[in-house]
């Protein structure tokens, strides 16, 4: 489950929070507001993969549920999520989530 928190104030920057309900734990991702648009090259670079597997993450898969869903390793995720997270300069997964819908790339 992932919730909005950007209605609370925590300086300039709303929070997010994911929780998965399978072990119960919290997990609190700072999202920045201030971020750049990304260029048309770098829009251009993101294959039609990447963004299914950004979308899959909206959704709140984690990388081994993705990997299975796709036939993919575990490994090929991490590193289609690495290079998704250097493209778009966003350092966490919830801030990646965050950069690609205020792109419009979803």
């Known amino acids: 489950m992932i919730t909005d928190m950007s209605h609370l104030n925590f300086g300039s920057s709303p929070m997010m929070t994911i929780i998965h309900f399978g072990n119960k734990e919290k997990q609190y991702f700072k999202v920045n507001k201030l971020q750049t648009q990304i260029s048309d090259s770098a ?3 993101i294959t039609k993969r990447k963004l299914e597997i ?3 993450m909206a959704r709140g898969l984690n990388s081994p549920d993705i990997s299975s869903k796709l036939f993919l390793s575990y490994h090929t995720i991490e590193n289609h ?3 998704l997270r250097k493209k778009t300069n966003t350092k966490t997964s919830a801030e990646l ?3 690609v819908w205020r792109n419009n790339l979803l």
């Open 97 to 99: 989530i965050d950069y």
């Open 54 to 56: 950004v979308r899959l």
């Open 43 to 45: 829009v251009s670079n």
């Open 81 to 83: 999520k690495r290079n």
